[in-house]
T-cell receptor, first 115, second 117 residues
């Protein structure tokens, strides 16, 4: 069982819907990340939180809104998305922003389809 | 800026044989870290192995080893004695240690490895 849990695993939404992706880590880490994985493209870093403060907003459109209420939980709120936003959204965590080796622990991802 | 290049979109290997997945990188950082992740069809990215740029010896983790050639800026992953469960996407990534954004991992596009019985 992974130490990083993402829900839902699959989500289909229309362009006018509002939905949220949830990520929970059980590893005692204090940094959390959202990555976007589109077909045939490298993973793209979207947001980074350290100690519940956002330290990175990687030019992500405002239709994606992150929230980190505590060090164990991370949300990605979605509204008025576009079909090109369809992708696998991966959450990750680490102990500190860099850690001894910079290793990130990933969840299994939320597969989003925007119709 | 950092860049990772994986030139093999797909690779095939027979079970029990060894396979090398290629990775080249580009960075202006003097100190950096190189990583390999495995992504099975379930979606989870699984950390496999790490190599620091100043590590004198190539990293090894069980059946995984990293063939690090600093002058050529390559960090190839070698999987020995392939198993059917090794079939997955493999991503090479790097992180610089200098500057304020040293937490950013830059990923390549990945290589799909298929292990044949």
């Amino acid at each position: 069982e992974t130490g990083v849990t993402q829900t839902p695993r699959h989500l289909v939404m229309g362009m006018t819907n509002k939905k949220s992706l949830k990520c929970e880590q059980h590893l005692g880490h204090n940094a959390m990340y959202w990555y976007k994985q589109s077909a045939k493209k490298p993973l793209e870093l979207m947001f980074v939180y350290s100690l519940e403060e956002r330290v990175e907003n990687n030019s992500v459109p405002s239709r994606f809104s992150p929230e980190c209420p505590n060090s164990s939980h991370l949300f990605l709120h979605l509204h008025t998305l576009q079909p090109e936003d369809s992708a696998l959204y991966l959450c990750a965590s680490s102990q500190g922003l860099a850690g001894p080796t910079g290793e990130l622990f990933f969840g299994e991802g939320s597969r989003l389809t925007v119709l | 800026a950092q860049k990772i290049t994986q030139t093999q979109p797909g690779m095939f290997v027979q079970e029990k044989e060894a396979v090398t997945l290629d990775c080249t990188y580009d960075t202006s950082d003097q100190s950096y870290g190189l990583f390999w992740y495995k992504q099975p069809s379930s979606g989870e990215m699984i950390f496999l192995i790490y190599q620091g740029s100043y590590d004198e010896q190539n990293a090894t983790e069980g059946r995984y080893s990293l063939n690090f050639q600093k002058a050529r800026k390559s960090a190839n992953l070698v999987i020995s004695a392939s198993q059917l469960g090794d079939s997955a996407m493999y991503f090479c990534a790097m992180r610089g240690r200098g500057g304020g954004s040293n937490y950013k991992l830059t990923f390549g596009k990945g290589t799909l490895l298929t292990v044949n019985p």
